[in-house]
């Protein structure tokens, strides 16, 4: 089945630049989507369409990609994007799948 | 305004059949390229896509549990139904109903999720 691979932690100090990277076989093919949940509450979407940004978003998120990884950077991190961030994507035949997290820490 | 809400049982036992229903508004069923989706995450776990029902009635399992899994909708109830066979304790979970209005222009995401409802399975 398909995966997205994420790594388990990023850590930065405020107003760092913190890069979150997700990678899957199918990415070159397909869009990916960018999720951050903070304790107790429900997912919210940051970046669709690899790059693009929903509104009311802050325009420190942003999304990239290259060949089989996509990458979220979050500029000048503030201590309210400390959270669990997840990648998200669909295969060819409709299978939608999620990344397995990566909590954020601001230091 | 578009919002989704979960209900269901709060506790199973183990080898029962768990019914899960999403309660929706502000969005039809019946639009092209609306889906509404369902999503768990175990206590302090990641999150792990289940199945969703799209306006034309197809439907997506996970392939790890789609002999379980069963997604219906009632579009004049505003309402989908999920059910999951077979409970067992590590289906404890939070799960969450979420809406994806893209599918047809071959986006697929959800921009729009129910506040979740924690399922524990013990006997």
Redesign the interface.
Known sequence: SYELTQPPSVSVSPGQTARITCSGDALPKQYAYWYQQKPGQAPVLVIYKDSERPSGIPERFSGSSSGTTVTLTISGVQAEDEADYYCQSADSSGFWVFGGGTKLTVL | QITLKESGPTLVKPTQTLTLTCTFSGFSLSTSGVGV?W?RQPPGK????LA?IYWDD?K?Y???LKSRLTITKDTSKNQVVLTMTNMDPVDTATY?CAHSGTAAA??????Y????TLVTVSS
């Not at chain 2, 999720?113 to 979740?116: E, V």
């Open positions: 989706g999503i990641a999150l792990e896509w969703l197809d997506r996970s392939p790890s969450y071959g986006l697929y995401y959800f921009d999720w129910g506040q979740g």
